[in-house]
């Protein structure tokens, strides 16, 4: 594809150029969820710019065979900073990116500085100074990145030439305790400073007791087999929504990139 879409959502303009986020969907694609966090981000005058990475690609969820894989979603996300950093609505050292499940996934790559495949390192379009500057992660399955070692880690580790160095701006993680994404989801999360130490000093980590993957989505579908689920190899995946831990990283969230988009 040689291009996706996206919605922006751009406050009352202030004083010079603002803060902006970039929302990464789930397998599941545009649910709403990412509206949720862009209203509170929004209100805090925060501009979002929600990409679909489905529709242009003529898929409906992550379960399409010819769905984007992670490299593909990689590509979204950073021709989003890309993007954003063109408009002078926005300060390009200012624009941070959330994801959702394998969006966060993205999110976290991109901090770790996995760029887009087969992109030349000198290029005018991204060039190695144009990063993100904050990473917001939730309920990514640490699993995935970490143990998938043929289809995620043999291009994201460093050295690959997709992995240009880490950006050295702050990434946090928010994922429940019950997340059966992951093997163990009250560690595997916790572990990813030891799987990846040259991110450790921008690595931060909140698990949300009780929580299970997608615990925002208000109307998750029954639990179901995912083939994606503990790194890929597969298993019983269960959304329970929590409006109680939803406000709270809703806050989390906007309490980030208000103090690291500044």
């Not at 379960?63 to 990689?74: E, F, Q």
């Not at 989801?185 to 929580?211: W, Y």
Request: proline residues 8%.
């Amino acid at each position: 594809v040689v291009s996706v879409v996206g919605e922006l959502k751009v406050p009352p303009l202030q004083n010079g150029p603002m803060p902006a986020v970039v929302l990464l969907h789930s397998n599941a694609g545009i649910i709403g969820v990412g509206d949720f966090y862009a209203k509170a981000l929004n209100s805090a005058g925060i501009a979002t710019l929600e990409i679909d990475s489905y529709t242009p690609r003529g898929v409906r969820s992550g379960n399409d065979r010819i769905a984007p894989v992670l490299c593909d979603r990689l590509q979204d996300a950073w021709g989003a900073l890309a993007f954003l950093s063109k408009d002078k609505r926005f300060n390009a050292q200012q624009i941070g990116v959330a994801g959702f499940s394998s969006g966060a996934a993205v999110a976290i790559m991109a901090g770790m500085g996995v760029r887009p495949a087969r992109m030349p390192r000198q290029n005018e379009i991204l060039p190695k100074e144009l990063v993100y500057a904050a990473h917001f992660a939730l309920y990514p399955g640490c699993a995935n990145i970490m143990d998938d070692q043929q289809r995620i880690r043999s291009w994201i580790n460093p050295g690959r030439p997709q992995n240009w160095g880490t950006t050295g701006k702050p990434i946090h993680i928010s994922s429940g305790t019950n997340d059966d994404f992951d093997f163990d989801p009250k560690s595997d999360c916790l572990r990813m400073s030891k799987e990846f130490p040259e991110i450790a000093n921008q690595l931060t980590v909140r698990l949300v007791e009780g929580a299970t993957h997608a615990f925002d989505w208000p109307n998750p579908p029954p639990p179901s087999h995912s083939p994606f689920a503990k790194a890929q190899t597969g298993g019983l995946v269960t959304m329970r929504y929590s409006a109680k831990d939803a406000e709270q990283a809703q806050k989390e969230l906007v309490d980030f990139f208000k103090l690291h988009l500044k």
